[in-house]
């Protein structure tokens, strides 16, 4: 089982739908939980940003996060033909272990397409 | 710069030949990352470095990949004897490490293609 596990998808949804996006991971180490947000050869570019438990609403996005069952989620409101792009989840832990490093540990993605 | 750059932005390149791969981080930024995009894999830690410590090597795939970071600043990452399953795309990403989660920033990647 990897650390990260995020449905690849592709998700397809007609223009307004709300979607929902999510991951389950392993690691309880695990304390900064962010979403990321990659068009097509492009990099990734960090759409929201959460630490522990809880919920950020951003605009149309909404993050949550659910420690006790290892879960976090990202929602979309009103969803455009420009948020068609591949959504990763990413987690890191608390603090630098002086052998670690912050490194993210991402989701494998998930292709979203809006269909006007 | 506004970003963090990458370059080249694709390269070709045969089976067991060597191959340079550049970062030019945001500037100010003290640590950077190297991470590599396989298809069907995810994204999956490289090295990171942090101004002058030792760099964390614990992602690099085997002892052909190298990294180095010169000056705290631009960064290049080296594949020696290249083989078709190091074909994926190699992103770069830098942040100003602040005690913890901080954000960071990525370039748009090289496209590696080993034939």
């Known amino acids: 089982q990897k650390e990260v596990e995020q449905d690849p998808g592709p998700l397809s949804v007609p223009e307004g739908a709300i979607v929902s996006l999510n991951c389950t991971y392993s690691n309880s180490a695990f304390q900064y939980f962010m979403w990321y947000r990659q068009y097509s050869r492009k990099g990734p570019e960090l759409l929201m940003y959460?630490?522990?438990?809880g919920n950020k609403e951003d605009g149309r996005f909404t993050a949550q996060v659910d420690k006790s069952s290892k879960y976090i989620s990202l929602f979309i409101r009103d969803s455009q033909p420009s948020d068609s792009a591949t959504y990763l989840c990413a987690m890191s832990e608390l603090g630098y272990s002086g052998a670690g490093s912050y490194q993210l540990t991402f989701g494998k993605g998930t292709k979203l397409s809006v269909i006007p | 710069g506004a970003g963090v750059s990458q370059s080249p932005s694709n390269k070709v390149t045969e089976k067991g030949k060597d191959v340079e791969l550049r970062c030019d981080p945001i500037?100010?930024?003290?640590?950077l990352y190297w991470y590599r995009q396989s298809l069907g894999q995810g994204l999956e830690f490289l090295i990171y470095?942090?101004?002058?410590?030792?760099?964390?090597k614990s992602g690099l795939p085997s002892d052909r990949f190298s990294a180095e970071r010169t000056g705290g600043s631009v960064s290049t990452l080296t594949i020696q004897r290249t083989q078709q399953e190091d074909s994926a795309v190699y992103l770069c990403a830098s942040s100003l490490v602040s005690g913890g989660g901080e954000t960071q920033y990525f370039g748009p990647g090289t496209r590696l293609l080993v034939l």
């Open positions: 470095f942090q101004g002058n410590s030792a760099p964390d």
């Open positions: 959460t630490y522990s438990s």
């Open positions: 500037s100010g930024h003290t640590a």
